[in-house]
């Protein structure tokens, strides 16, 4: 044993579980488990990513000049309040850190994205979770649990891995009624795929507040998850605060000039938006007509139930396994009868529906 002594609350620290990509005897493996592009990367940030590897030398640009301008033009954003990452999972911890310290409380919400817990944690604070209300974040659970020492509020909206989302009105309304010393943190990770019509990613409420940071992915619908590329709007402070606190070359010149590409390349993300689309309206159908109960989704995976004692999750997701099919399962976060299947490439959604309906006629 190693007389070095950790800090009591990191020994208490779980590992985050990310959805597997191997499966133990199987011919071949189709990962639908971690809400990975369907179509794969955008062409124009392969390109891009690979003439990159001619400067391998030279460190990355410290303010990632080209990338802040790209994402401020194609999301019409003040560059200068722009904070870019090493995945979204970066900016959520550099909160962690520049807010909470041992004792604080954080605020997350159940059956939402795992990594709140463990960033709120990693700082010695007190992870505080709400009830959610039919797999969604309710306004009046999270103000009901504040208390003087809150000092983060973590929505991830859409969220993961239910695949609910929280309309703009509901998110105004938390807002309205929380002190400006706390930080209200929109993670909206899948905020390209919604197509509902009073969804707001957080754009508007993070340029006109000043306790609202907005965090955003390279990872799902632009393909880049390998890249580890994420991004972070606030006010100017909390910008220049994350900024302070951040590794000075945090992101490889390969993930920004890949980052630039990927924003510019429209074609790429029409046919992303458009194949998840249909495929979700698809395979929500499908499952459902199976008997299968789904919760409506607005991203780019959909949760399923299971809800015959029969037919349990475990099992289905033993059968998939060993068809060669990896979905993620929950044997924790009160999620045990449920499976997370990402939307896939057309064959792969095929296939997987045929194998569903195999397990549940056996
Ligand atoms: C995938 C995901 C992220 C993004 O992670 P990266 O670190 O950018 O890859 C953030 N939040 C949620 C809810 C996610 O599902």
């Known amino acids: 044993m190693s007389g070095v002594k950790t800090h009591s609350w990191i020994d208490d620290l779980n590992v985050y579980v990310s959805g597997s990509s191997k499966v133990v005897g199987a011919q071949k493996a189709v990962k639908l488990s971690a809400n990975e592009s369907a179509l794969g990367p955008s062409p124009m940030a392969i390109a891009a990513y690979k003439a990159a590897a001619e400067n391998l030398h030279r460190y990355p640009d410290p303010v990632y000049h080209d990338l802040r301008e790209a994402i401020g033009e194609k999301f019409n954003l003040d560059a200068k309040r722009i904070v870019c ?5 970066e900016i959520l911890k550099l909160a962690c850190r520049a807010y909470l310290k041992p004792g604080d409380e ?9 990594m709140y817990p463990i960033a709120i944690k990693s700082v010695g604070a007190v992870a505080i979770e709400v009830c959610d209300v039919d797999y969604r974040a309710d306004v009046d659970n999270i103000i009901a649990a504040i208390t003087d020492k809150t000092r983060i509020i973590f929505i991830a909206n859409p969220n993961n891995p239910t695949g609910t989302y929280l309309p703009a009105t509901e998110i105004e309304r938390l807002w309205q009624n929380i002190p400006d010393t706390i930080l209200l943190i929109l993670d909206a990770a899948y905020a390209e795929f919604v197509d509902a019509d009073d969804y707001e990613a957080g754009i508007e409420l993070a340029s006109k507040a000043n306790n609202v940071l907005m965090t955003r992915t390279f990872s799902k619908l632009y393909g880049l998850a390998a890249l ?11 910008a220049h605060t994350l900024d302070k606190i951040r590794d000075p070359f945090n ?22 938006i458009s194949h998840n689309s249909q495929w979700r309206e698809w395979l929500s159908n499908e499952l459902s007509a199976l008997g299968l109960r789904i919760i409506p989704s607005v991203t780019n995976f959909i949760l399923i139930k299971f809800e015959n004692k029969n037919k349990t999750a475990a099992d289905a997701n033993e059968f998939l396994l060993k068809n060669g099919y990896i979905l993620r399962y929950y044997n924790e976060q009160g999620l045990e009868d449920c499976l997370r299947l990402t939307v896939g490439t057309a064959d792969e959604n095929n296939e997987l529906i045929g194998l569903l309906k195999e397990f549940l006629e056996k």
């Open 106 to 114: 954080a605020i997350y919400v159940a059956h939402s994205f795992s």
């Open 228 to 238: 580890r590329l994420g991004w972070g709007y606030a006010c100017k402070k909390i």
């Open 85 to 89: 990452g090493v995945g979204s999972d």
């Open 251 to 272: 992101v490889p010149s390969s993930a920004q000039v890949a980052g630039v590409a990927a924003l510019k390349d429209l074609d790429f993300e029409q046919k992303a």
